[in-house]
């Protein structure tokens, strides 16, 4: 049994590959011109987690472990997408209309597009998904349980909105989830902070966080 010395306590790696989940690395939230440049961040610090992200992607690939990448996108009649959602706030652009890299937010578009070097390869998964989190409306779970998935090693973007909503809905689901925490971001490094708190407190309330350079050679003993 390899285990991952994480926060709280050690997470033992099951015999069944975990999944590597990588939360909505679209253009449209690290991108300038975006969907989270027209809510009013500085998108520049969700950028920068890219080349870490990248690394533990090739280790992911190179131990054959299930990849999912999921992106935030409505359809482009917007019938997924709730009034309260789109008209929430007071941003000048909202989800739908045209900004620089296509409408936002919406499947297909330029700015819904994944980041070139995490682009999906042929045999991972790549979820549209209509809500914060990715089981909502996804066939997520059921792809998990076709892979006998337990685990989950979750990244992406961002940490307390769209990641966090994933790891408590997978939580609830019965899933083991780590947050690999160099490789997922915020708008706010005060709410990134919180966020990783608030999962570990109360004995891994949520689960567990622990950096790539921790994961990585423990995935490389147990699958490698
Ligand atoms: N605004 C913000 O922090 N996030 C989102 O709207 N979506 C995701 O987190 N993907």
Redesign the pocket.
Known sequence: MTTIKATPYEYELPETKPALII??M?R??VEPGG??SA?G?DVTPLMNIVPTLQKLLAVARNLKMPIIH?R?AHLPDLSDCPPAKRLRGKSGLRIGDEGPMGRL?IDGEPGNEIVEPLAPRAGEYDLAKPG?GAFYRTPLQDILKALKVTHLLIT????????Q?TMREANDRGYECLLVEDCTE???PE?KRATLDMITAQGGIVGWVAPSSVVIPALERAYG
């Open positions: 939360i909505d679209q449209d939230f969907f989270g809510l961040n999921t935030e937010l914060k992406g973007v961002t940490t307390e909105v769209c990641v909503t915020s708008y706010f709410f």
